[in-house]
């Protein structure tokens, strides 16, 4: 879709959606994306969630999931992940 818009006749106006984080990424790789698309304003952001049914072997699993994330946050292999899509951080 990025490259679609990139290429698409400047004489005309062409929108895409995509999370800034993502955009950033490609267009690290894609001189024509960092060129010709630019992004116009955030709409804003929501939180990702899961969700797991409600049972007991699903309880179980999520309280993993959650001893995991607070792990992995915490981790050098979540800011390397981090770094690739924010630079900045």
């Known amino acids: ?34 060129e010709r698309v630019k992004a116009g ?4 952001s929501a939180p990702l969630q899961l969700q797991f049914a409600a049972n007991d072997e699903a309880t179980k ?9 607070t792990d992995f946050i915490g981790s050098e292999a979540y800011r390397k992940i981090l770094r690739q899509y924010q630079p900045q951080t």
């Open 1 to 34: 879709m990025l490259i679609a818009v990139a290429k698409a006749p400047t004489a005309q106006a062409h929108f895409g959606v995509v999370a800034k984080p993502t955009l950033d990424w490609y267009q690290k790789r894609s001189p024509l994306l960092l």
């Open 41 to 44: 304003f955030v709409v804003g």
């Open 61 to 69: 699993k999520c309280q993993a999931f959650n001893e995991f994330l």
